[in-house]
């Protein structure tokens, strides 16, 4: 077991000798800290300005509808303009929308500036993704992406408790100007990445197989469909979870937020760098299958649950296996599409992610009052299995099976 984790912080230190990667790792960490300390509490922050479950669900989906336009039109701007133009853009534009929160009186109010929020985060993402790829070759890229992903998991960890804490002691205002003041830490680090476009020198092992891949937008497809079910079950889980702590077990704003915090925070930490490993042993699209299909028990199981230590529990089998989900999608993806066009290609895909993400509240909001919450919850299980019929999918396409030769030829 030593040794073990002797080899895992060995590899992560790897990842770091690389300045822009550092750079990164940096920028990941403050801009999702950010994201991270209003995000569990966020339909709880709706609900303290009047709303009820359907204005919550009003507002969630309202701030991600908007994302589906302007993904795309991002990506381009990315492989066009540059991966670091857009993460700096992205940074200034999510600066505005905590300031109009801490001063919003009502639930309709803020639904301009959650939509901002939300198009500032997804345009970060993409451009994010791609900039790894872009600082990578196909043999070491999951492990970077496991070793970047580590700055999103620890500000997973202290985000929620201390978004919710804040909120409990000082009230909401607070909590969203430590979102403003982390933001502005992020612009040093995201102006001191190199800039990349995707348009430099192809990789040797990626020229082997460039003219190989003329079917690259049905692998986009495809990973629409597997974004689209996973942006359902995420939206239903985000905005069900914090309502449902708060109903039947009376938690505090605090007590949500650490929960967050346990259950895919510090869970995700320890997920990183393994997660990596096992892409590169198995493949991405085995390794996303297996943890895919190990997360819909974990919703299933929750409605006849009425302890909260146990739902914990539940919480932390859910992050686990969810969290390792992203270092599987992101070397998968940027592994099967034409260097040029990874910001495209990520864009698409996350779009697919932003309907998702418009869908789950509706969800939520047309059938937890006549139904109850444990149709809420069977209903997040069942779209988390649906992921599952896509990646199937992919494992038949000639390009990944083209890819797997490749990489197992360079390992």
Not at 17 to 44: C, H, K, Q, Y
Not at 383 to 402: D, H, N, S
């Amino acid at each position: 077991m030593r040794q073990r984790l002797h080899n895992l912080v060995g590899e992560a230190k790897k990842a770091m000798e690389d300045r822009n990667l550092r750079m990164l790792f940096a920028t990941n960490f403050t801009r999702t800290f950010g994201m991270s300390v209003i995000n569990p509490i966020m339909p709880l922050f709706i609900r303290s300005l009047g709303a009820d479950k359907l204005g919550v669900s009003m507002v969630l989906s309202a701030s991600s509808a908007a994302s589906i336009f302007l993904l795309v039109p991002c990506g381009l701007l990315a492989d066009r303009y540059g991966r670091k133009k857009t993460i700096v853009a992205s940074t200034i534009l999510s600066l505005l929308p905590p300031f109009f929160f801490a001063v919003s009186t009502s639930w309709q109010q803020i639904i301009p500036w959650a939509i901002l929020f939300s198009v500032s985060i997804t345009m970060y993402f993409p451009a994010k993704d791609s900039i790894i790829a872009d600082y990578t070759t196909p043999k070491n890229r999951a492990m970077f992406y496991g070793a970047i992903n580590l700055a999103l998991c620890m500000a997973s960890i202290v985000g929620p408790a201390a978004g919710g804490f804040i909120a409990d002691r000082y009230g909401w205002a607070s909590s969203f100007y430590l979102i403003i003041l982390t933001t502005l830490l992020c612009l040093p680090f995201a102006l001191s990445l190199t800039e990349t476009t995707g348009r430099g020198p192809v990789p040797k092992e990626e020229r082997q197989t460039k003219g190989a891949r003329p079917n690259f937008l049905r692998i986009l497809v495809i990973f629409v469909f597997y974004y689209t079910f996973l942006g359902i079950a995420l939206a239903i889980v985000l905005m069900a979870i914090p309502l449902y702590l708060e109903d039947k077990f009376q938690m505090t704003k605090a007590q949500v937020g650490l929960f967050f915090s346990v259950g895919t925070g510090v869970t995700s930490l320890f997920t990183q760098i393994p997660s990596g490993r096992i892409v590169r042993k198995f493949g991405g699209q085995r390794a996303l299958l297996a943890y895919i299909l190990m997360i819909p028990p974990t919703f299933l199981l929750w409605p006849s649950v009425q302890s909260p230590f146990v739902l914990l529990i539940l919480m932390i089998i859910y992050g686990v296996f969810y969290t390792m989900t992203w270092v599987a999608e992101a070397t998968l993806i940027m592994s099967l599409v034409p260097t040029p066009l990874r910001g495209f290609s990520s864009a698409v895909t996350q779009t697919g992610l932003a309907v998702g993400r418009t869908l789950g509240p509706m969800v939520v909001g047309l059938i937890w009052s006549p139904l109850g919450p444990e149709a809420v919850f069977y209903s997040a299980a069942l779209f988390f299995a649906l992921c599952a019929l896509p990646i199937l999918m992919v494992g038949r396409t000639a390009e990944y099976k083209r890819n797997l030769k490749l990489t197992t030829s360079t390992n």
